[in-house]
């Protein structure tokens, strides 16, 4: 699992040790597994928020892991042109290679470490796909697709997008040494991640050494959530099990605590972990398809301005054919 690393962690800055005399760490509310299923033309994905409700994910809406999987020579596969309105999708990429293109000039590759952040707003078109060179080679393709609302006074923005790459994450450890941490969006011990969000959040992959503890400081207005991306280990002062494909969601409290068990198997030797957290918006959600309004009357609208091809229209130099 390339994403971002480093030779040494022990050359980072280090997240300090947790005042245990104050505050509390968060308890673990649910542990949930998230089904397989296909998306786009076809690629595996597993369902990461299946079974939690809006209110408890909120500012968040939806999560896809994609892979991880190894492609044989002619089996990548991506989505066609599709739209967006009234919400954020980030496209974090932990193996392979992808190619992003939109409707308002956006887009590039994306490899190991790098993510995309595409402000859908008012509306957008856009593609993933993978590059023809690693369609007729095949590859290892892993990565996380992840949806962020918009509150409704920022719904109707223009359309922008954020090319991160992974030299540009804030890496951090443990004081200990045997936690890497990879802040993507919101700050940790005062280290700022590069994504730029409307909703205050925080997006840290973590990866936990064998038999070490993650124990970091949480904004106590945010919620938490840990998506087990690869090994085993366990969550919480309760060490509620944790394993691939599963997500814990904590309850209130000043930090979250995640233990790796103190042998892995399968393919990755370290528990690897997505930390998620965001203020919560508290409005009404409406989520169907590519769009997420307040108002079913808003999803409508949506969709008929798509229909009327008021969402953008798809450049002629596309890295795939429009097929509506």
Not at 2 to 14: E, H, I, S, Y
Not at 223 to 232: D, E, F, K, Q, S
Request: overall charge negative; cysteine-free.
């Amino acid at each position: 699992m390339p994403a971002m690393t480093v030779p040494d962690v022990t050359v980072l800055p280090r997240v300090p040790e947790p005042d245990r005399a104050v505050g509390r760490v968060r308890p673990v509310r649910s542990v949930t597994t998230a089904p397989s299923g296909l998306e786009g033309e076809g690629f595996p994905v597993r369902r990461a928020f299946a079974g939690v409700a809006l209110a408890d994910l909120d500012p968040f809406v939806h999560m896809d892991q994609m892979g991880e999987v190894d492609y044989a020579p002619g089996e990548p596969k991506g989505t066609p042109w599709h739209p967006h309105r009234g919400f954020e999708t980030v496209t974090y990429l932990i193996d392979g290679v992808f190619e992003h293109q939109d409707s308002n000039g956006g887009g590039g590759r994306i490899t190991d470490g790098d993510t995309q952040w595409m402000t859908a707003g008012a509306g957008i078109l856009h593609i993933e796909a993978p590059p023809e060179e690693l369609v007729v080679s095949g590859g290892l393709f892993h990565g996380i697709q992840l949806w962020v609302n918009l509150p409704a006074a920022n719904k109707a923005n223009a359309p922008r997008y954020q090319d991160i790459r992974g030299a540009e994450e804030a890496l951090l450890t443990s004081p200990d040494g045997g936690v890497l941490l990879r802040v993507i969006a919101g700050e940790v011990a005062g280290h700022r991640g590069p994504g730029s969000t409307f909703t205050p959040m925080a997006m840290i992959h973590a990866t936990v050494q064998p038999g070490a503890r993650l124990e970091l400081p949480w904004d106590p207005s945010f919620n938490a959530l840990a998506y087990v991306l690869a090994g085993r280990g366990a969550v919480g002062e309760e060490r509620r099990p944790v394993a691939m494909g599963q997500l814990a969601l904590f309850g209130p409290g000043d930090r979250i605590q995640v233990d790796a068990s103190a042998s892995q198997d399968g393919r990755s030797q370290t528990l690897e972990v997505l930390l998620l957290g965001g203020r919560p918006i508290g409005e009404p959600v409406v989520h169907y398809g590519p769009f997420v309004m307040n108002t079913r009357e808003e999803i409508a609208q949506a969709m008929a301005d798509y229909q009327a091809g008021r969402l953008g229209t798809v450049p002629a130099a596309s890295v795939v054919a429009h097929r509506p």
